[in-house]
């Protein structure tokens, strides 16, 4: 009999989402699906660095890239990264409040940062440079594409989350919804500092 | 308004697919389309089908639903074998074109490998895990009936392309620049590439479903290194399916992006490579292959057991050697083209990981003979299957090694040797695994037994008529045969060889008629199982009724030991013997939902579209596809109670309940 | 009854598989097994030396399994002992983890050593260089220096290596001559080597391994080996009579279709396609293949 008390002793100790049986497994079904994310990312960067040089008659990386808008771009979506954790520890501390309104911050950093990066690539279109061109540009644009896509999806799923929010307030459900997405967006952010690195950062250097 | 449908037929109908072929296709299954919107129409069954199939969440109808769509295409891909080997055997006067046969071998590989050995594989999973690892369900219903869905629409997409507008012609590994639309217009690789993606989803969800599901949901006391092999091999697939799809996906796309959307990954021109989608493909179809063997490993570590009597033999090894398979797998893709150019460090590397991933392979085959030395060997169906499974699969591995051989390789890469090694493995290895399964357990799926007679004929067709059919391959190749020739010139000796093969496929058809009666047959005539323990079986799905009820568990058992249920019967308890009734009390359990068939059929629209370039289609698609998941993100009413008392009136109707 | 049946498909059928083998093995449509050339026959030697120890376990399991199946059967008065709970032994199971590794050790080194020594062209040979193409449903052959182009056939000198650069104006194909060794796939783009040798004259047929269309398995082409004095005859005389490939004679063999032998005396140097990368092993060392205004030019890898 002491294993359930010791459970329940502990469960109590812990946030609202992992408390909860249900909504604990489908934390950890999300972090499988992020393996498998990273997966896809995986497979876009090793393309990437395989056609960085296939650049045919299109322009190169060196020619292509402008740091000043990559690192609004950056900036935006790291501090994005950090409203998202202040978010998460509003709610542990179950101030509905805060949550929101630091999830709204997220959501208009996020915002920015896809405005931002459509800008760009508009501009890379105008200049040209279309994934047609060349096997680089294909690999540049399903690369750093795939993560904007990611974003926006995650813009969009994070609305759904905020009216949830409001109207029932902190639940198992709507917790565990906030958590993963959190951790959805941390990621984001991390497959943007590898983008940062190896595609811009790496094509301005060498 | 004319030249509308002008384009329309045009479009949908072209040329190539107005065939005698086709138009028989097309008449047969106008035909039984009608007869089966007119039965359930009179038998007033359609309230029936949505209300009880089509939203379903539980895993035992998920489960029947698979292996019903796996059966179905078993057969097309199994039509589809024997047109390619008629062709075959009569070299000077083909039966369909060399257009029609590419079209056929395409379509006969996706199938086989995506939508018969991966379904087939999925409906085990469903029946059995959750009853194995004592659990009332998947971790995850809702996106388990979404993975059927998506696997179901994918694979309904790849079909109709036989009739609408021209199916896919570049082989299951679909290597650009063929694929490209320089050299393939027409709809049929976008069919292949959208289908596959629409069914990769579901594939991706399935593992990680069935990850979270062996990882979390097990009865209390089933540690790790107490749970049935057939777990372990979930488990270890589940983990390789979350690794490999993903490269696949992402092949996929570029090559469709190439298509429809202009990019230049794999064209001719604007510096694209396709090496590059090679190693993607293999990247992930490597592991592929043993996403396919492992489950069918995991069914006869069971299967072996029970009809043995005896004890699995080294259960830890068997687990370490599941493991190593796992790993091993991720380094080995290269060996599908030593004839690249790598250069020989990486090659003999390559050849390497290859061999040593035998080591493992072979530890298994010798427990699986030792699990039966000391025991007392009932030649059912499904053990049959298991015994001839052996040789068969020791010969598959045994000629795999000698294509790992680099130097060897270089000469019989892409020769009927390696259509003979990859059959050899895959049937002797996956089919025999998965029908032994499914013999295994149907009657745990429907109560009653499949008729052993008739199973033990479909048996011995399908493993005489696969040695005959591929026996001959392995000469073929080398004689120096290539592989996917429509036809070929009389005088290199081929010509007979090939008639042998032929007759042997034939043979497999035979038993395949054999296998389909056998279960009309026994759904009206098969032996009833009164027990929910026809086999006396070992792990806990036995200790339930056949069927089992909804709930699965009215209780969860308490697990101690390795083979569960074995060692409760070699106490003398049941799960009812000590069920009393105030031990029950109302379940919440998954409730019916309309959205995971909605959401694949919006996947589906969406590919149809994006098949022949309609984007008001896709759109349309795309909107049910937004409506699906926004639904889904605002219903909090995901479940239902089922009262404590009828379960006590269910558990007391099976004579499960004291007092 | 199932017990009768259970093994005769082994009994029979395999030693008829091999019976089939042997008789008809010496047949000469048996390529594989009659390789005219030093890489075929390393190749087969490798081929046998695994089928050799794989033979060995095959023979293994098939007896231990009969003896198991025979012996263990559950039928009333089997009075072989029954271990319900026997479920695992260290020595036994130590066994079938090394005899697997032993095994394939006596494969694993050879096969290393071969895989290097295939790559490398014979040293202190300097091979006739033979550029091929592969094109929709048929084949281009060029002998850079000597200015001759075939389809669909070619020549080659006896007892000397040729060096094969292969690369693709089409979707991927194989290479293969069976009898004198194994395939390579042409790409487009890149372009691969492999080199080949046959011992003695004769007429060997290739073909392409790998699908690439509604004609492909019209993709054969004859290897004429010749002695070398008689194969150097054969590129002089050529290029004096053949008449030159011009521009649209090669944009005639773009097209999607098959034709019969063609002999051209010369071609345009840029017609071995827009190969953008790749590297070749001509001689004694590997060279980077760069384009330049006269065409094709091979950089020694050790000066870059």
Redesign the interface.
Known sequence: MSVPVAKEEMEQHLPLEFADEKESIKITGFWMFLVTDVMIFGSLFSSYAVYRTSVAQGPSAYQLFSFGPVILETVLLLTSSFTIGLSIYSMRRQNKQATIAWLIVTLLLGAGFVISEVHDFVGYVAAGATWHQSAFLSAFFILVGTHGAHVTFGILWATTLLIQLIRRGFTPVTTRKLFTFSLYWHFLDIVWIFIFTFVYLNGKIV | MPSFVLYLIHTLFPHDVRRPTELGADFLIIMSGVIIVYYLTKQKKWRYLWDEWLTTVDHKKIGIMYLIAAIAMLFRGGVDALMLRTNLALPTTPVISASEYNEVFTTHGTIMIFFMAMPLIFALWNVAVPLMIGARDVAFPRLNAMSFWLFAFGALLLNISFVIGGSPNAGWTAYPPYTGVAFNPGPGENYFFLSLLIAGMGTTMTGINFLVTTLRMRAPGMTLMKMPMFVWTTLTTAALILFAFPPLTVALAMSLFDRLFGSSFFTLTHGGMPMMYVNLFWLFGHPEVYIVVLPAFGVFSEVVATYSRKALFGYSAMVLSVLAIMFLSYGTWVHHFFTMGAGPAVNAFFGLSTMLIAIPTGVKIFNWIFTMWGGRIQLTTAMLYQIAFIPTFVIGGATGILLATVPADYQLHNTYFLVAHFHNVLIGGVLFGLLSGTYYWWPKMFGHKLDERQGKWAFWLYFIGFWVTFGPQYLLGLEGMTRRMYTYPLGFGWHELNVISTVGAFIMGAGFVVMVYNVLYSLKYGERDLTGDPWDGRTLEWALPSPAPEYNFARIPVVTARDAWWDMKQKGQTLANSLSSHDISTLEMPKNTPVPFLLGLSFFVVGFGMTFEWWIIVAIGAIGVVASLLYSAFDYDEHKHINADVIRRTESALGRLQG | M??R??RW??RY?APL?LV??LV??C?Q?????HPVGPV?K???H??IL??L???I??AL??I??AI??IR???KPG?R??????????KT??TI??I???VL?TV??IP??N???A??KVPKAKDPVVIDVTSL?WKWLFQYPGHHVATVNYLEIPTGEPVLFELTA????N?F?I?QL?????T????V??LWLEADKPGVYWG???????????KM?FDVKAVSPAAFNRWLNQTHQTAPPMTMQDYHALLK?NTVGYQTYGNYPTDTFP?V?SGYTLTGSGMYLIEHNQHGLKYVPMSNK
């Open positions: 199932p017990k049946r259970r498909p082994y059928i598989v089939g083998l008809s093995g047949g449509q048996y390529v594989l097994l075929g390393s190749e087969l490798l081929l695994a089928s120890a794989m033979g376990v095959i399991v098939l231990l399994l198991t199946v263990f059967r559950d089997n072989a002992p029954y271990t319900p709970n026997w479920h695992g032994n036994l199971e079938w983890w005899v697997p590794v394939l494969i694993a096969m290393v071969q895989t290097f295939l790559a929709t104006d089409s979707p991927m194989t293969w069976p060794g194994g395939m390579e796939y790409m487009p783009n890149r691969l080597p073909h392409s391994g790998n699908y690439s269309g509604i004609e492909f398995e054969f999607f827009s953008m």
